[in-house]
């Protein structure tokens, strides 16, 4: 058993990309079952998503272009999992909890609650940060 100390940013998903992918035992591209070599974010780092394994997805390149285009391919499972991953995050490190979209825990109750679905939830999530990185500063 290998442990890592991981760090949810950009920079060290890139330092570490090999290490993770050998951590996560998948050959299949978890959405249409051909040989897949990258990963993926399920929940983007920049809204507070997790270099965890279960906010990772393993897609092959056609899937993982698609996926950027049409958040819909990835299933409500893997959804789930990296949005609960995150959420995890959010209550476990402090320091980075504060750059969790501010709608976060919001639609996650949502969500939660069956009020909608795991693919509105992320598009909300999204939606807020363009809203925001667009908005000028205050
Ligand atoms: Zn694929
Ligand atoms: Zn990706």
Known sequence: MVLIS?????????SNKTAVRTLKAEDKCQNCGNEGEHLHHI????VGGTNNLSN???LCAECHGKVHGNKRLLSKELQRKGIESA???GVKFGRRAAELPENFKEEY????????TAVQTMENLQMKKI???QSPRK
């Open 6 to 14: 991981v760090e949810h940013t950009r920079e060290w998903f890139e």
């Open 43 to 46: 929940v983007p780092l920049v």
């Open 56 to 58: 990772l997805a393993v």
């Open 87 to 89: 959420l995890k995050k």
């Open 109 to 116: 109750d949502r969500w939660k609650a069956g009020e909608q």
């Open 131 to 133: 809203t925001f990185a």
